[in-house]
Every structure is written in structure tokens, then in C-alpha cells.
């Protein structure tokens, strides 16, 4: 049975297009019996990394009460990540880049000698054999531009960490009028359901 972990960053609620987009998608695999954990990163926000934490992070023997809390976070995300087959980001546009809660979670999840490690030829992704799908929505048109700060980043963090097989479902010009908007919704509904087949 399919393990599907979705991770949910937009701070819209029942507003946001990119959470309709993943329960269309979630409903289509739970048909198919895969099993599916989901975290709101808005809903329930994870710390913003800073120097403190960062520091704890790297682990030791005289850690605040504050750092081991995190330490103890980052390890239980990074379990939960490693224990499922595929892993869904919804991450909408805002001002061109990923929503902060998305940022705190691949700041968490990032971690030299646990999830990445570094060797004689450069970095090693520790965290494999998984595949991502990427949900990302916008107001515009941003595909393969530069103004795309979104794809390329998420890929990058991905292949960091050693997941490299990493799906993209577009979501665009949904605030480009109604016509727009709706065919942007459907194409990406249309995706997803590729995907799940």
C-alpha cells in the first residue's frame, strides 16, 4: 500500500486553491487505498530557524530547553518524511517565491549528517527511493520564467536531500479573469488525476 505524505502551506484555509487542488487529488488515491498523512504547515507552524535553533540543530550536550525541543521536531519530521513512498508540497506563489511556513519546514528537514551529508565530491542526499509531486499555484503566468522562484528551489532542496524523481502540477493565471481561472483549476485537476492513475 501507498504511503502519501502531503504537506499543506498556504495561509488561505478554505480559501486556498492549492488545498482544493490536493483534497482533489487525496480523494482520488484514497480510492485507491493508499494511506495518507497530511500536515497544515499554516495551520500548525513550525519555528522560524535562527540562531539558537540552528545552533541546536547540530546537537550536543548543553542544549536550551528551546533547542532540544526543536532538535526533538526536526528528528520526528525527518522520520515522518523518511516513512513514506511519495510526498505531495503544495506551495502557492507569494511574491514569487514559497510561503514562509514551507521555508521553516525544508529548514527543519535540511540537516547535515541526517538527511544530507557531505563528502569528498560534494553533497549526498540521504533521504531516497521516495518521489515528490509539486502543487504549485499562482495569480500569473510564471512557468519555465524567471520569475519562477518557486520550481527550481523546491527541485533543488528535493535532489539536496535525494529525492530526485519530482513531478510538477501548474496552477496559473487564477487571478487573470474567470475564464483563466477556471481553466487553470481544471488543467491542474486533469494532472493530478494522470498522476494518481
Excluded: C
Amino acid at each position: 500500500m501507498s504511503k502519501v505524505l502531503i504537506l499543506k502551506s498556504s495561509i488561505l484555509g478554505d480559501y486556498s486553491q492549492s488545498g482544493q487542488l490536493v483534497e482533489h487529488l487525496k480523494q482520488h488515491w484514497e480510492q485507491q487505498g493508499a494511506e495518507i498523512s497530511v500536515r497544515d504547515l499554516a495551520a500548525e507552524p513550525l519555528p522560524m530557524l535562527d540562531g539558537e535553533i540552528a545552533s541546536g540543530l547540530r546537537g550536543g550536550d548543553q542544549l536550551s530547553a528551546r533547542q532540544e525541543q526543536a532538535l526533538l521536531l526536526s528528528d520526528s519530521l525527518i522520520q515522518e518524511l523518511k516513512a513514506h513512498d511519495t510526498i505531495v508540497i503544495a506551495a502557492p506563489m507569494y511574491n514569487f517565491s514559497i510561503p514562509t511556513q514551507l521555508k521553516n519546514w525544508i529548514d527543519l528537514v535540511a540537516r547535515a549528517g541526517v538527511s544530507f551529508t557531505y563528502t569528498e565530491t560534494g553533497p549526498k542526499g540521504l533521504i531516497t527511493g521516495k518521489r515528490a509531486v509539486l502543487i504549485t499555484t499562482r495569480g500569473g503566468v510564471h512557468k519555465g520564467g524567471a520569475s519562477d522562484h518557486v520550481v527550481p528551489y523546491l527541485k533543488t532542496v528535493l535532489g539536496f536531500i535525494g529525492i530526485e524523481e519530482v513531478e510538477t502540477v501548474y496552477s496559473e493565471a487564477l487571478n487573470m479573469g474567470p475564464e483563466a481561472s477556471k481553466q487553470g483549476i481544471e488543467s491542474a485537476q486533469q494532472a493530478l488525476e494522470k498522476i494518481v492513475a
